[in-house]
């Protein structure tokens, strides 16, 4: 049998937490051969809900779930862990400025980073999924100096799904039928889902939609908007598709991307595609033996290199914003 996997979830009292720890002790994030240990964290205010959490687990009887440590310490929290998934984070409340949101996050994941640095498992993999999602990343990534900046991601898959499910929705296809959309970016409205170079049961997506203003136009727009038009329909911010996407997200990064395909993941720059380097940009990647590779040498038309630029710009902005909230 397997050693189980220790894996963090932080914020785990909240909405994501809530849809995202059944699936990892179901084997939807690491596989249905894989034991897991559920390691959860929230704050204080939360402690009860995240016990209520950790009743339920025991009470669904996972065969996959060998234990559950429900915590508000950040060290306990992060001992030993394997993966961590980051949901927990400051939200923008109404009226609260840019800097203020930014400035509780930077802190937040200032000292999360330390921790896991300190108390995680050696070659511990971590995905920031809480907004700003790639300027968290970017920030534990600088507190945590000693984990490898390849083990340091966000989440775009959310993003990349959106978009693979609104072809297959024109193209009345099977989602699975459609691959190889890239989202180029920052996890927010100046993200580009780029269609270029994705297929349709093996086919061109541009060759087979025939309509270049729809997928330049509305089709970008409503993959950029997806968020807020899910907060209006249910009065609540996406959950189970961003716990969908986190499994996602990590199992391909884990056990591999299928040959032939490519996903999107919020990952450190090396400057490919003349995104500046340093900043943390989702790209398309391809996984293998538990490490991710940007994809090269795809052709980026003038439309791309205006979007891609200015979602860059935004990721600058924000860094430099995050950095003059460091005290
Ligand atoms: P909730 O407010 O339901 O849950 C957040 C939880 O984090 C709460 O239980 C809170 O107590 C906890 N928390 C706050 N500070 C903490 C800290 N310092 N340590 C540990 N836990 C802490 O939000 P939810 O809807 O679950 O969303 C979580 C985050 O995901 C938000 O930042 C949200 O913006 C972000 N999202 C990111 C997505 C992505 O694709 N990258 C999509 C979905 C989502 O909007």
Redesign the pocket.
């Known amino acids: 049998a397997k050693e189980p996997v220790r894996v963090l979830v932080?914020?785990a009292?909240?909405?994501?937490?809530y849809a995202l720890v059944p699936m990892i002790a179901r084997g939807v994030m690491l596989g249905p051969d894989q034991p897991v240990i559920l390691h959860m964290?929230?704050?204080p205010?939360?402690a009860e809900a995240l016990n209520g959490v950790k009743m339920e687990l025991i009470d669904a009887a996972f065969p996959l779930l060998k234990g559950v440590v429900a915590t508000t310490d950040v060290v306990e929290a992060c001992t030993g862990v394997n993966i961590a998934v980051m949901?927990?984070?400051?939200?923008r409340k109404e009226g609260m400025e840019r800097k203020d949101v930014m400035t509780k996050n930077v802190s937040?994941y200032k000292s999360?980073a330390s921790a896991l640095e300190k108390h995680a498992a050696a070659n511990c993999k971590v995905l920031v999924?809480?907004?700003p999602?790639n300027t968290n990343a970017l920030i534990l990534k600088e507190f945590a100096p000693s984990i490898p900046e390849k083990n340091i991601t966000?989440?775009?898959r959310?993003?990349h799904n959106r978009a693979l499910g609104q072809i297959a929705e024109k193209l009345k296809v099977q989602v699975s039928d459609v691959k190889n959309a890239i989202i180029w970016g920052n996890?927010s409205s100046t993200q580009y889902p780029d269609v270029n170079h994705a297929t349709a049961c093996g086919k061109p997506v541009r060759e087979l939609v025939k309509n270049d203003a729809w997928l330049n136009g509305e089709f970008i727009t409503t993959v950029q908007q997806r968020?807020a038009a899910i907060i209006k329909a249910r009065k609540l911010?996406?959950?189970l598709s961003?716990a969908s996407?986190a499994c996602d997200h990590i199992r391909d990064w884990v056990l591999g991307t299928p040959e032939g395909t490519w996903v999107s993941m919020g990952v450190y720059s090396d400057g490919s595609y003349n995104v500046p380097a340093g900043l943390i940009y989702s790209f398309p990647v391809t996984c293998r033996n538990g490490e991710w590779t940007i994809v090269q040498g795809l052709p980026i038309d003038e439309f791309s290199r205006k979007k891609m630029d200015a979602t860059a710009d935004e990721l600058s902005e924000e860094k430099a914003l995050a950095y003059s909230c460091l005290s």
């Open positions: 932080t914020g009292a909240g909405q994501i937490g964290l929230d704050i205010p939360a949901v927990g984070g400051f939200p937040i999360q999924v809480a907004n999602a966000c989440l775009t959310l993003d996890h968020g911010s996406s959950a961003a996407g």
